[in-house]
């Protein structure tokens, strides 16, 4: 699955955005702009904090589910592809992850 749900998933995002829907929670995201989208990675991101301090394995992955998708969002608002994302995690094998990065 992996791969393949995040780019299912990534596609379904960029059709909502090229063919609004009513009625789609992601079309609405698109429609109020880049702020309210990285208000609500930021709301997930304090989420998956309060989750993983105390709340059930299912409340966790829940809450991981609910930041990919807004990051998807975000990465599609930016015309950045999951490819480009795979690419970058790729060229980190092998380094230490205590070097500082290069840009």
Known sequence: MG????????DLILERKEHPVKDSYTCRLFKTGKDEILKKIG????EVIVA?????????????????YHTLVLMAEEGIKPEDVYAELESRFGESGLKAPSN
């Open 3 to 10: 791969k393949k749900i995040i780019k299912r998933l990534y």
């Open 43 to 46: 709301e997930e991101a304090i």
């Open 52 to 68: 993983s301090k105390g709340q059930t394995r299912d409340r966790l992955i829940s809450e991981i589910a609910d930041l990919i």
